[in-house]
């Protein structure tokens, strides 16, 4: 019985790979990418005449009207989908930091979003080390009243399997115990600064949080182990509500009721032009639709090409369109997400459930057959932090590319004021267009996705399985009791 059970499972795998033998359409979009990719050349452009994307700015909405003419320019139906979004800019900060309050020296400093609008706190410096829960509860009331000094990732030397968290969670923690204001030490050399949101609901924290430099952190760091330091924030900042859009191409398919939606955040921070992030991302998805629409792709299930704005501000445009499929009664529709954030030059495929191995090693299996330098890598696991963290809060598998690198040892400037197109590689660009195209295309065509969207019981011990309970639990949106 169990060697005839064995044999119908591997007739059965044999006939999903015989109806997913995609290699023709695969090599047709290879070709096509290759030959007539427009990424680099319109994020070259973009980047050039319009600058930051920030959403909420002039530089915003001329960044959605950009993606929508593209797209429409081949021939899609292209919609607007407006929402709503407390949209948040930095005017002016100072900081200070010195021995006494009357000694305080100026230190080079980026405000965090979403600070509030106008700030003006002094007051003792604490080192937090890391920022993580374990480092306020020896003594609770150590950070109460203080300026807390945390460091953005894993100080080195601590201990062994040390899990940092997102800087909004860390910040949270901080308000959590009392902290009157928040120092991030970044972990790049050179006096880089970083932004990004400091609140995990992209909503405006009640105290001001900044970012200094490796090389000024430390020197801060090392002056508290000898004697007190004190600090003075100073900032103001805008918040109001505007409107926004994310921009949607649609590809129509047979399945009137089956959809694929591939999305990345086409918004930036302000400091430069996010041509890394999210740029190779959000104009790769681009220009997969315009290779679809070269090769005339007739997919069974519809595809959405998704342009998200509000990603950096708190996921804000990914959510509006969950809530907005939620109250249509879409979400079921929605068979899965694939997201392209920062994604650049991937080796292999990856999503959230582990049950998409076979598909999708053997679409890479055919992808390696077309191009060697796609090791055809698997990864199975699930994070937050991007536009797919709405959709796997909705229970919606999610995907994307896997082992990638991020070109011209780019990683450094994330969220930096170096975040330029200079960063970009164009054969690797067109490596995350055509490997992702042909993910986007399996998806797309194969007769069954062996996947389906998980119901709240079903999803609580998943995103447990994942070590989520924590991250969603500070950031509010941990919607089970125990």
């Known amino acids: 019985m169990k060697k005839l059970t064995l044999l119908l499972l591997c007739l059965a795998a044999a006939a999903v790979q015989a109806q997913d033998n995609f290699s023709a359409a695969f090599e047709a979009i290879n ?34 009207t950009y993606a929508y003419n593209l797209l429409k320019s081949y021939g899609y139906q292209v919609k607007y989908q407006p929402f709503s979004v407390e949209s948040w800019a930095r005017k002016t900060v100072n ?54 000094l945390l460091y953005l990732g894993v100080l080195p030397g601590s201990p062994r399997g040390t899990k940092s968290l997102h800087r909004s969670e860390k910040t949270a923690i901080a308000i959590k115990y009392g902290a009157k204001g928040v120092i991030i030490i970044n972990s790049v050399k050179d006096g880089v600064l970083l932004t990004g949101t400091a609140s995990v609901t992209g909503k405006l924290i009640p105290i001001p949080a900044v970012c200094i430099g490796l090389e000024d952190g430390m020197k801060l760091k090392t002056a508290l182990t000898t004697s007190k330091q004190f600090a003075r924030l100073q900032m103001t900042n805008f918040s109001g509500m505007i409107k926004a859009r994310n921009v949607i191409a649609t590809l129509k398919g047979s399945l009137p009721k089956e959809k694929i939606v591939i999305g990345g955040h086409l918004d930036s921070w302000d400091l430069a032009t996010g041509a890394i992030d999210n740029g190779i991302g959000s104009f790769a998805i681009i220009d997969m639709a315009r290779s679809f629409s070269a090769l005339k792709v007739k997919p069974r ?13 708190g996921l804000l445009g ?16 929605i068979r899965f997400m694939l997201n392209y954030d920062m994604t650049n030059d991937p080796k292999g495929f990856s999503t959230s459930r582990q049950e998409m191995r076979q598909l999708f090693t053997n679409w890479g ?3 390696a057959a077309i191009d060697s330098s796609f090791k055809n890598l698997f990864h199975a696991g ?44 164009e054969q690797e660009l067109k490596n ?26 079903e999803l609580k011990p998943f995103l447990e399985s994942q070590n989520l309970k924590e991250p969603l639990t500070i950031a509010g949106e941990w919607r089970w009791k125990d």
């Open 31 to 64: 070709r096509d990418v290759q030959q007539n990719s427009r990424a680099y050349s319109s994020l070259k452009d973009a980047t050039t005449t319009i600058g930051h994307r920030l959403t909420g700015s002039p530089q915003g909405a001329q960044a959605e």
């Open 95 to 148: 900081v200070q930091t010195g021995a006494t309050p009357a000694s305080l020296q100026p230190v080079k400093a980026v405000t965090l979003a979403h600070s509030p609008v106008s700030a003006d706190v002094s007051a003792e410096v604490v080192d937090m080390g890391n920022g993580l829960e374990a480092d306020y509860q020896a003594n609770p009331d150590r950070a109460r009243g203080k300026i807390a």
């Open 301 to 313: 299930r519809t595809i959405e090409f998704v342009l998200f704005m509000g990603e950096e501000q």
């Open 318 to 333: 990914s959510k509006a369109y969950v809530a907005a499929a939620e109250q249509a009664h879409e979400l079921d529709n």
């Open 365 to 367: 299996g055919q992808a």
């Open 382 to 425: 699930a994070g937050l932090h991007s536009d797919h963290q709405p959709f796997l809060l909705a229970g919606i598998p999610t995907g994307g590319g896997a082992g990638g690198k991020l070109p011209n040892n780019s990683g450094p400037y994330y969220h930096s004021d170096k975040d330029g197109f200079h960063l970009v590689d």
């Open 432 to 457: 995350t267009v055509r490997f992702s195209a042909m993910l986007l295309y399996g998806l797309a065509q194969t007769p069954e996705i062996p996947v389906r969207r998980l119901g709240d019981a």
